[in-house]
C-alpha cells in the first residue's frame, strides 16, 4: 500500500485535501483550521505585496530601467560610412528571462524619455553570447548603486576570436574606430536626452571617443563625418573608460579624437600599469610605436617631451585618471577591473551622475 500510495497520481483536489490534511495533523489542527491558517497566511501575503506597490509607487526603479543589445555582428566589419538615416542594425530587448527582438525607436526614441541613457561598448575577443551576458553583470553593478531608472544600450560590434588571433588583433583594432559612426548615429539620435553616460573597454574605448569626437563635428581621416554636428554648448556627456586600447595622445590638442571631450561633463580613466597585453600596445603600430592610455593614462603636450608622463590631459581638470595595477596585478580582464579595482565605484557613482566627493575607493562593490 506504502508503495501504491508513492506512485499513484492524485488530480489536484486530492493533493490539496491531502496537504491540508497532513497541515492539520501536524499542528493539531481540525481540517478545517488548516484550511483557514493557510487562507490567512494567503491573505496576509497579498496585503503585503499591494501595500508595497502603494509605497514605492507602482513598478520599482529597476522594473522600469531595460537593457538593449544594439548589434551590428551582421554588417560587413570594416566600414568607412553609414547611413545614419537608417542604419541596418539589429535590436534586441532583454525582457528578464530572454531577450527579445524590438526595433531602434523602441531603444533610441528621438523625442526623449528624460531617463538616463548609458552606452557600453565591450572590448576585443567577445563573442555575442560573452557580450548578452556581460552587459547583464554591467548592469548589476549599475542597479546595486542607484535606485533611478536608466536605459542601458550596449553596442555589440563583431569582435570574436578567430582562428589567427594576432592578425584578429590588427583587424578588430581598425574595426573597433569603424564602430564609431555608430556611436555617434546613437548619441545623434539621443541629443534630446538631459544625460548620457559612455563606458568602453578595451577596443571599445577606441568606438566610444571615436563616436564622441565625430558627435562634435569632429573629421577622422577616410571616414564620413556626421551630417548635422551637435551644436549644444551644454556638458550632457559622462565618460569612463575601462583599459583603453587607443593611444595615450588621441585626446590631445593635435590628437585623432581631439575634439572628445567638447561636451564631456567629466570622465574617468581605469588603467593598469602592469597590463601584459596593453604593455605591447606598440606593436599595432611599428612607426609610431604608441603607448596605450589604458596602460599609462592620457596625456598632454608636456608628454611630447617626456613619455613616462602620466598627468592628466592639459587643461583638463575634469578628468580623472587611476591606476589600479596594484590591486588588480597582471592581467587585462575587465571582470577585474570592475571586481577587483576600488577605483570602479568611483566610476559606477560617476556614471550614473551621482556628483559625490564622499565616494568610499575602498568600499566592497558587490553586483
Given at each position: ?5 508513492h ?49 514605492f ?9 531595460s ?9 560587413p ?14 535590436v534586441?530587448?532583454?525582457l ?6 524590438t ?47 536608466y ?11 578567430e ?19 555608430y556611436v555617434?548615429?546613437?548619441?545623434q539620435?539621443l541629443?534630446?536626452?538631459p544625460?548620457?553616460?559612455?563606458l568602453g ?18 573629421v ?30 588621441w ?8 575634439l ?23 606593436f ?7 603607448i ?6 592620457f ?11 602620466t598627468?592628466?590631459?592639459?587643461g ?52
Amino acid at each position: 500500500m506504502l508503495l501504491s500510495h508513492h506512485f499513484t497520481k492524485p488530480n489536484s483536489t486530492k493533493r490539496i485535501g491531502y496537504f491540508l490534511r497532513q497541515v492539520g495533523l501536524m499542528n493539531g489542527y481540525s481540517r478545517r483550521n488548516g484550511l483557514i491558517l493557510i487562507t490567512s497566511y494567503l491573505v496576509c501575503v497579498a496585503v503585503l505585496l499591494f501595500a508595497s506597490r502603494i509605497v514605492f509607487g507602482g513598478d520599482s526603479p529597476h522594473e522600469l530601467s531595460s537593457i538593449y543589445e544594439i548589434s551590428t555582428r551582421h554588417l560587413p566589419e570594416q566600414f568607412r560610412s553609414i547611413s545614419f538615416d537608417q542604419p541596418n542594425v539589429e535590436v534586441n530587448k532583454w525582457l528578464g528571462n530572454c531577450w527579445h527582438r524590438t526595433n531602434v525607436e523602441d531603444a533610441l526614441p528621438t523625442g526623449g524619455t528624460g531617463m538616463l541613457t548609458i552606452i557600453y561598448v565591450h572590448g576585443n575577443f567577445m563573442e555575442r553570447n560573452n557580450a548578452l551576458e556581460r552587459v547583464r553583470i554591467v548592469d548589476r553593478y549599475f542597479r546595486a548603486q542607484t535606485d533611478r531608472p536608466y536605459r542601458l544600450l550596449m553596442l555589440s560590434w563583431p569582435s570574436q576570436r578567430e582562428k589567427k588571433p594576432l592578425r584578429d588583433v590588427f583587424s578588430n583594432a581598425e574595426s573597433a574606430e569603424c564602430q564609431s559612426l555608430y556611436v555617434a548615429w546613437m548619441l545623434q539620435r539621443l541629443r534630446n536626452e538631459p544625460q548620457v553616460s559612455l563606458l568602453g573597454f578595451s577596443f571599445g574605448a577606441k568606438a566610444v571617443t571615436g563616436g564622441l569626437h565625430l558627435d562634435a563635428g569632429g573629421v577622422i581621416p577616410c571616414y564620413s563625418a556626421l551630417p548635422q554636428a551637435n551644436q549644444d554648448a551644454s556638458l550632457k556627456y559622462r565618460l569612463g573608460l575601462v583599459a583603453p586600447a587607443i593611444d595615450r595622445h588621441w585626446m590631445e590638442q593635435i590628437g585623432r579624437h581631439h575634439l572628445a571631450l567638447t561636451h564631456v561633463d567629466s570622465m574617468i580613466n581605469l588603467y593598469n600599469s602592469r597590463d601584459p597585453i596593453l604593455r605591447r600596445f606598440g606593436f599595432l603600430d611599428k612607426f609610431s610605436r604608441p603607448i596605450a592610455a589604458g596602460f599609462a593614462g592620457f596625456t598632454g603636450f608636456e608628454a611630447l617631451l617626456d613619455p613616462r608622463v602620466t598627468s592628466p590631459l592639459a587643461g583638463q581638470s575634469r578628468v580623472r585618471q587611476y591606476d589600479c595595477g596594484s590591486v588588480i596585478g597582471t592581467t587585462h580582464s575587465e571582470k577585474s577591473y570592475y571586481g577587483e579595482c576600488p577605483y570602479f565605484r568611483t566610476m559606477i557613482q560617476h556614471l550614473l551622475w551621482k556628483d559625490s566627493a564622499e565616494v568610499t575607493c575602498n568600499a566592497p562593490l558587490v553586483p
